[in-house]
């Protein structure tokens, strides 16, 4: 079973101050799959991401992808070495076209050479979310789905190996949820490793294979989604009482 995994999260841990973000957090990433890491909020998820890619320095524990260490190294590394991410909050440069948005993802690819491919490698991971025409428009001008989209395409341009969205189907209506839902499929049909953090059920029951469920820091339940999702201590967690047989 080892072989498929392709990152592995061990015993992780991270605080601040006085207080336990998150404690002693496991779990396995296969190949090909696409994780949800659920909970309430103030759970930790975010935390374990900011852990995962290199954000935050941990107080103990060990992150592998491939077998390769990589907790411990700093964020443009961590990108390097095949780990992009997306934030719950927006960062694209505004004043910049899609276009240009996206080739800063190709630009920080290990020997990746500056001339008129990028452009055009850049449109392909345009054209894959659905904004190839648009290349031209600033991208603070963009609606709120299509900077979302944007902000997949410039990740997607460093060709990871695993994915990390943070609340990326969050504040869509119904039909953009729904396009939203396609394109992440479309990208773990790619080959690529999902770990997506996510409060809109329905896409966690669409999308995927396994959930680990967080709460106070610590995880709580592990299994596919419907298990998870009716297990006792994770409906406890999230209705904030006990539930009782």
């Keep these: ?21 998150v404690d002693d957090v496991s779990f396995d990433l296969m190949r090909g799959q696409i994780l949800g890491l659920i909970g309430p909020n103030g759970s930790g998820k975010t935390t374990t991401m900011n852990l995962i890619s290199g954000s935050f320095p941990m107080d103990r524990g060990t992150i592998t992808l491939d077998g390769q260490v990589i907790s411990g190294r700093p964020a443009n590394q961590v990108a390097r070495m095949g780990v992009a991410r997306t934030f719950q909050l927006l960062r694209l440069v505004e004043d910049m076209t899609v276009l240009e948005n996206a080739v800063v993802g190709l630009a920080f690819r290990p020997g990746q050479p500056w001339n008129d491919r990028i452009a055009r490698q850049g449109m392909e991971y345009l054209e894959l979310a659905g904004l190839a025409h648009l290349a031209g428009v600033e991208a603070g001008k963009l609606t709120y ?4 989209r944007l902000e997949l395409a410039r990740a997607l341009a460093s060709q990871p190996r695993v994915l990390l969205l943070d609340e990326w189907l969050a504040g869509l209506n119904a039909t953009e949820l729904l ?22 059920m329905s896409a ?28 006792p201590l994770v409906v406890e967690a999230y209705l904030g009482e006990p539930v009782h047989a």
């Design 204 to 231: 966690i029951h669409s999308l995927c294979d396994r959930c680990v469920v967080m709460n106070a820091g610590g995880k709580i339940a592990e299994g596919a989604p419907a298990q998870v999702l009716t297990d």
């Design 179 to 200: 396009s939203g839902i396609a394109l992440i499929r479309k990208i773990r049909d790619l080959g690529i490793a999902v770990v997506m953090v996510e409060h809109v």
């Design 1 to 21: 079973m080892d072989g498929d995994i392709i990152m592995r999260v061990q015993g992780i841990r991270k605080t601040f101050g006085g207080l336990v973000a």
């Design 145 to 148: 789905i299509d900077q979302k």
